[in-house]
């Protein structure tokens, strides 16, 4: 069953064609990674899945909402934006109350103690978010979308600003989430995490799918590692 | 020494500030804000002498030379927005202004370019076009060119007056908020020596207006060496270096949202707003940038009649109107207080958020209003007309906050600088605004007609204010918090 299903999608800015006829479904249970250079509409094509932005062309939906259907989407899915960026004036533990209040999730107490020990920030909480450091913020803006436990994922650099503690320890973390048969979308250019935790990955290069399958399915050769395939589909960088 | 100039970090400023104004407003939008300055001065000159009979050529001169000097003073603030800069993240907005967190340049050059970029921007953008509209009335109004050509040296002077002197107090309080205020106060000792001491005239403290008064260049010159000493002086005052504290709270969130919950389905956007506006210290502002120029209105009257003798006399209910009308600056503090980026991944929607800002809106401004009211009901003794003057109040505050929220939404200080939007908001505002004036005028001579047409106006302003509120979530619910980041087509990439 697919989670996600993305039909001949297209977005211009201006004059610049950010997508084009971009189309792939993500199944359940999947954890489907998108990787491609700076500039070539990774972000742009997940605004759209999280109904964050209109595509120009095109249509799809995610978890059976239509993109143009932004609540309804947001509703059911747990999203980490490019940048982290909660609210300025709000304690650490605030805002997680805030985000549970918002889903209207019971048990909220237990919920943000339980995100703020996995993170080890809870001597933090009384802290502004505006106050912590970037990693920390990005351990904050994790535990935002992880705290109701939501059936898809959709993370846009999870592993940014985290040290290598952490980024072991969210990778387990999302292991284990989709051993659950969640899914997760993500996109990264830590190739080599990607390369042990996605199942089914897209290549995007200026807005165009270049490549769509399991590892073994885009390799040229056996031995071929994700770096080398993504050297050789976008390494030209024109 | 931070005061050469760099010509090359200069143009590179200004390109940004017009990027950064188009990126709001659009191109278009962006180019006609003069254009609508101009035509506006333009139809304020033409019409002067004829809805200005009443005042004299010293009259107009004070009132344009202190507008002028309140638009520098409210620009000039440049002094907070360092520490702003420095010490926090401007959501998805980086500007040359953090240059010197990474880059050997120091701040006192950055803002010290910075100040001159603004005053040119604020002169290209306002001050040209406003002296234009007004010289090409000028034979209509039988006004010699020169006049018109020294006016705009002395505007232009008043204004740099202005901005060098809210720069220089802004500057200071960052280090000392004591001397800043002691600062202030030398400031309105002087003010007050001309009124009403009357130890000062008004050309003496405000040397632009001295010169129209004396015909000495001598004033001229004057504020020139004036307004230079105080940039320099701001300049100097800068901070090179921002520690910024950590601010720790005990969560008040949900308690908060229990104590808002009249609120209904909004009470935890409400608390959350709540909560921000404590925090950030805008309060004080909102409440002094609302009370300020409710205190101002009132002043100007009362020097108009006891001071300067004219036969202008606002009652209670004019009062009543104004109070609607003011609340715009305090809805856009409002909605300035936190970018809410965060919100985009998150079910809630921007009408939701306009929403919970005007409920804090209401509940910040709502007492104020109808206490200053009631209290000019008293002064003024007119018990008798406080039931209409309250009414005419309450329907012109819900009236402009919805017009205000339903066409600029969570970004009023910009989207008003778009022409199409200030247009809009003009012509839905002014007009009321105007019979408002107009009828609360006739209230001695013709109580019965002008009271009843004036219940009429409150009752039909409170009537399209329902229809207007509705259609905030129309036009808003499906909009994204990076509304201005998004349309222009920036930031949206990756």
């Not at chain 2, 009403?196 to 008004?202: D, E, F, K, M, R």
């Not at chain 2, 001071?307 to 004219?310: K, Q, S, T, V």
């Given at each position: 069953m697919a989670v996600i299903r993305v039909s001949h999608i297209g977005k211009r800015f201006g004059k610049l064609k950010a997508l084009d006829d971009v189309e792939f479904k993500v199944d359940k249970g999947e954890f489907f990674g998108l990787f491609g250079p700076n500039g070539a509409g990774k972000t742009t094509l997940t605004r759209i899945l999280t109904g964050q932005l209109t595509q120009d062309s095109g249509e799809g939906e995610t978890m059976g909402v239509p993109f143009n259907d932004g609540l309804g989407i947001k509703r059911k899915v747990g999203i980490v934006p490019e940048a982290e960026t909660p609210p300025t004036f709000l304690t650490a533990q605030e805002f997680l109350e805030l985000v549970c209040r918002l889903r209207e999730l019971k048990n909220i107490t237990k919920r943000v103690d339980r995100w703020l020990e996995f993170f080890e920030i809870e001597e933090k909480r009384d802290v502004l978010c505006r106050d912590l450091s970037r990693g920390q913020r990005q351990k904050i803006m994790l535990a935002s979308a992880f705290i109701h436990e939501p059936e898809l994922l959709l993370l846009d650099e999870?592993?940014?600003?985290?040290d290598p503690i952490y980024q072991r320890k969210v990778r387990e973390f999302l292991a284990q989430h989709v051993k659950k048969g969640r899914t997760i979308f993500m996109c990264s250019h830590i190739l080599e995490v990607a390369e042990k935790l996605c199942t089914r990955m897209a290549i995007i290069k200026k807005g165009k799918i270049v490549a769509l399958g399991s590892l073994d399915e885009i390799r040229s050769t056996k031995d071929e590692r994700l770096e080398d395939i993504f050297m050789r589909l976008v390494g030209s960088g024109d | 020494m931070a005061l050469d100039f760099d010509l090359h970090l200069f143009k590179t400023m200004f390109k940004e500030e017009l990027r950064l104004h188009k990126s709001f407003v659009g191109g278009v939008g962006s180019a006609f804000f003069p254009v609508v300055i101009f035509f506006f001065s333009l139809v304020l000159a033409i019409t002067s002498p004829v809805v200005m009979k009443n005042l004299s050529k010293d009259t107009m001169l004070l009132v344009l030379h202190v507008s002028a000097l309140m638009y520098g003073l409210s620009v000039g603030a440049l002094g907070a927005i360092g520490e702003q800069v420095m010490t926090r993240r401007l959501g998805q907005v980086n500007m040359?202004?953090?240059?010197p967190q990474l880059h050997p340049i120091s701040f006192r050059k950055i803002m010290a370019t910075f100040y001159v970029k603004d005053l040119l921007f604020y002169i290209l953008y306002s001050i040209i076009p406003l002296v234009g509209g007004i010289a090409i009335a000028a034979p209509l109004a039988k006004v010699p060119f020169t006049s018109v050509g020294l006016l705009g040296i002395t505007l232009f002077l008043t204004f740099l007056l202005g901005m060098s002197l809210s720069f220089v107090l802004s500057a200071l309080a960052v280090r000392s908020r004591p001397a800043a205020a002691a600062v202030g106060l030398l400031v309105l000792a002087l003010v007050l020596m001309v009124w009403?001491?009357?130890?000062?005239?008004?050309g003496q403290i405000l040397p632009p207006l001295g010169y129209w008064m004396y015909k000495d260049p001598l004033y001229l010159l004057v504020t020139l060496v004036l307004a230079l000493v105080l940039s320099a002086a701001a300049i100097l005052f800068t901070k090179e270096r921002f520690e910024s504290k950590q601010g720790v709270y005990k969560s008040m969130l949900l308690p908060m949202e229990k104590r808002f919950s009249f609120a209904g389905g909004l009470r935890l956007l409400v608390a959350k707003e709540w909560v921000e506006l404590r925090r950030s210290g805008t309060m004080g502002a909102v409440v002094t940038g609302f009370l300020g120029p409710l205190f101002a209105v009132y002043i100007l009257a009362w020097f108009f009649r006891t001071?300067?003798?004219?036969p202008i006399s606002f009652n209670v209910v004019f009062y009543g109107g104004m109070v609607g009308f003011l609340g715009v600056m305090t809805y856009s503090w409002i909605t300035n207080l936190e970018p809410n980026e965060f919100m985009n991944v998150q079910p809630v929607t921007v009408d939701q958020v306009i929403k919970a800002k005007l409920v804090i809106y209401f509940l910040l401004t709502s007492a104020v209003s109808y206490a200053y009211v009631i209290v000019i009901g008293f002064i003024n003794g007119e018990l008798g007309l406080l039931p209409l003057a309250l009414l005419v109040a309450a329907s012109t505050t819900v009236y402009v906050a919805g017009v205000t929220a339903r066409l600029t939404g969570l970004w009023t200080n910009t989207m008003l600088f778009d022409y199409r939007i200030l247009g809009k908001f003009f012509g839905a505002i002014v007009p009321p605004l105007f019979f408002v004036m107009v009828l609360s005028s006739y209230i001695k001579t013709a109580p019965a007609l002008s009271m009843t047409l004036l219940v009429v106006e409150s009752l039909g302003m409170l009537a399209v204010s329902w229809f207007v509120f509705k259609s905030v979530t129309t036009r808003w619910k499906k909009e994204h918090f990076a509304f201005a980041t998004l349309t222009s087509g920036s930031g949206a990439q990756g």
């Open positions: 999870p592993f940014i600003n985290l | 040359l202004l953090q240059l009403p001491v009357g130890y000062l005239t008004a001071g300067m003798g004219l």
